[in-house]
Each structure stands twice: as C-alpha cells, then as structure tokens.
C-alpha cells in the first residue's frame, strides 16, 4: 500500500506508540485525583503542555490547551470569543478555509453576525487589499488559516494578524494551524506574537487521532467551551486523555529531532512527483504552484477525467490519495477549495490531492508516476471530449460549465 494522502491522517510514529503505552497499561490513573500516583500524572501532562508550548513559541505552557482535535479548537474559539465580546458581530475569514471554520460562520450568520469570506485568486491566494478593506471598527475576529489542506498554499499570518492589531488592537486574530504544525515555522512570541488563538491536531504530525490542541494567548477573551470540569484550569471541562496527550507531545519532540530532514525529503519527493506528472502527462495543471506551499503537498488538476474514477483506479493500484478534504470526501460536488481558486470547469472535478509524510519513500513516488500516467491516460480514452489520435482535447465539441446554483 502506497499512502499519500497524508493531510487526511498520518500513521502513528512507532516512537509515539511506545511513549503513550505504558498510560493505557500501570499508569492509567485521573490526573485529576489526590492521591500521590495520580499528581505524578499530573505532572507528566503538564510536562507535556512544557514542550508543546515551547515548539509553538508560547510565552507560558498554560497558554495551550488539550483538546479532541483541531475541530473542536476551532468551535472552541468561536464559542468562545463571540460570548466574551457580545457587542461586535463582524467576522472575517476566506472562501477557502477547512469546512470545521466554514460551517461554523455559516451557524454565526444564521444568528445575524455579519461575516466577510475573503477570496482568493487562480494560485490560492489571498488580496491584501481587499483584507484590509474588510476590517471594520466592529470586527470581532480574524480567522485565517496558516496553510490550505487542499492546496498547501501558505497565507502570510504574521503579516495579517499585524495589520489586525495595527488596524485595531481589539480585533482578535486566529489562525487554524492543522496543516502547518511540525511543517512550518511558528513562533508565538515571536513572528507571530500578534495571534491570539491557534488550532491545531495531533493526527497530522504521527500522533494518534482524538488528541488537539488551541492556543490562547493569555489575557484573550475567550469563554469555557465544554463546561462541566475544572479540568484545563477551568477552560474545558472533561477528563484529559493523557495517552494521547502523551503521544503528541513525543510527536512534537520526535518532529524537532528530525525536522530539517524531513522536510527537505518531503520537499524533494513532492516535487519529483510534480515534476514526473507535468513531464508525462499532457494537459494538467499544479493549483498553487506559483505560491508558497507546505512542503508535502501536491495538487494536480488533470483536465477532461473525473476526480472520482482517478480515486478509484489508484486504489485499485493500492495507492491511497484524495479529491480534497476527507470531511467532505463523500461530496459529489467539486471543492469549494479549487472552485474558490477558479480551477476550470474541465478540471476542477478532475484535481487529485497528492500529500506526503516523514515516511514516504523514492520507491512509492516512482511507483505513483508509473500509475499515475496511464490512469489518466486510460480514463481520457473513455472521454467523450477527447481525441485519443491528437492526444488533445476534441476541437468540435464545446464544454460548457453548468448553471451556477
């Protein structure tokens, strides 16, 4: 099995596994309990909290707080914020953000908050000038993400979280770090010192699933999300899962020890790959490839194929790859991602999302362009709009995209 679909999930690293095994096994116990083998534990988290507030840059380890996944983050933020700051309803995020930001704006609008979704260009890219126009004296929040899950364009957060503050010190600037973590740089007290609040999840960089993080800046309005504990010094209520916790803290350690190799491999590969496809396949295009992207990722807009039926060949190659967010895999509808960032009509159903980890080898790549070709070649035989004598597109038949709805 070739598994390149790593910004839906990674494996547990195997140092990860052992670091959190002895948790499920003698040291089982509630933190939150007196007695003696129980503050140990205690003590193992908030060691935890130590070095995963120091990766990030944090000015305090208190400044992070566990949570289930980098959904629950984001929720947590807007949860929060909105209650503390009742009287600004004004919030501004983009048209590309992961659907656990998305959705939430759109239950913040059905209670009359005024939300502003920024657009995009063809590279994914976002308009300075139309963010700074939509900064306004009643905005509330800033909600951009670091780095797209589909595309791996990097937005520039320390730029945007400063013209914030420059425009007003009162808006609060977040950013959702889920694809970013352990990839990119991120300094808290330094770059980044005018974010308030960051998401991010352990399942992205070989920790398991289930186990997150927000950072909150200390003195940030920012209201209890899940009540019902004094757990978290009283910001989320709930037993800490402390394998878990455990494990993405080892994850952050084993990312530092080997973070420079890792990303020039990553870097190296996803671009082979990159370079492989536009060399042998005709007609295809990289979204974002004149941005900045995250190291491991790789788009690739195959026009006149259908993104479904390239899935399913790839598997039945055993190669596991994605059209997009596994939250919304199940769509029949193209990306809201890439139909933001105008993909054309006879490829935004076509785009395949390549995304590589600390684990992926030469051999899978080369394996993936000897696949990858006459998949699309194959599937392009059967298209009514292609002249497989030319190995170009019918020149009597004109697409038209269908109405937009």
């Known amino acids: 099995m070739i598994y390149l679909d790593n910004n839906a999930t990674t494996a547990v ?6 670091a959190m095994q002895p948790y499920f096994e003698d040291l089982y116990y509630n933190p939150s ?23 990030f840059g944090a000015a305090h380890s208190g400044e992070i707080l566990f949570t289930s996944c980098a959904t629950e983050s984001n929720n947590h933020v807007f949860a929060g914020t909105t209650k503390t700051n009742p009287n600004r309803r004004r919030l501004v995020t983009t048209t590309v953000e992961h659907p656990a ?19 995009v260009d063809r590279s994914g890219q976002l308009n300075l000038r139309e963010y700074v126009q939509a900064l306004k004296p009643d905005t ?52 980044m010192r005018n974010v308030d609040l960051l998401s991010f999840s352990g399942h992205k960089f070989h920790a398991p699933k289930g ?26 209520g709930g037993t800490e899962n402390v394998p878990y916790i455990i494990g ?34 005709p007609y295809v295009e990289i979204n974002g490839d004149v941005a900045e992207r995250t190291p491991n990722t790789l788009n690739v807009a195959c026009h006149y194929v259908e993104g479904e039926g390239i899935l399913f060949r790839l598997g039945d190659a055993e190669i596991c790859a994605s059209s997009g967010s596994a939250c919304t895999s199940g769509s029949l509808e193209p990306s809201h991602v890439l139909t933001a960032m105008q993909v054309p009509f006879t490829a935004v159903h076509g785009s395949v999302r390549f995304s590589l ?11 993936t362009l000897e696949v990858f070709p006459e998949i699309i070649a194959n599937l392009r035989r059967l298209s009514p709009y292609w002249d497989q004598t030319a190995n170009a597109p019918r020149t009597d038949v004109v697409i038209q995209a269908p109405p937009k709805r």
């Open 357 to 367: 980890s600390r684990y992926t080898t030469d051999m899978e790549i080369d394996k």
């Open 13 to 18: 690293a195997p140092e990860v596994r052992d």
């Open 101 to 119: 930001v998305l959705e939430v704006c759109k239950d913040l609008e059905r209670s009359g908050y005024e939300i502003t979704y920024l657009s």
């Open 248 to 281: 993405m803290a080892r994850a952050v350690e084993l990312a530092e020890e080997t973070h420079h190799a890792d990303i020039a491999n990553m870097r190296r590969l996803r671009d082979k790959l990159q370079d492989g496809i536009l060399r042998k396949i």
């Open 140 to 191: 509330l929040l800033v909600s951009v993400m670091h780095a797209n899950n589909e595309s791996g364009v990097i937005f520039p957060i320390e730029r945007l979280a400063r013209i914030a503050k420059e425009t007003d010190p009162n808006i609060l600037f977040h950013t959702d770090a889920t694809q970013s973590a352990t990839k990119l740089p991120i300094n808290l007290s330094g770059e």
């Open 33 to 55: 309990s007196a007695y003696l083998i129980a503050t140990e534990i205690a003590r193992k988290v908030e060691k935890a909290r130590g070095v995963i507030a120091r990766h």
């Open 211 to 236: 186990v997150g993080g927000l950072y909150i800046r200390r003195g940030t309005p920012c209201r209890t999300f899940l009540i019902g504990g004094h757990q978290e010094s009283g910001r989320r």
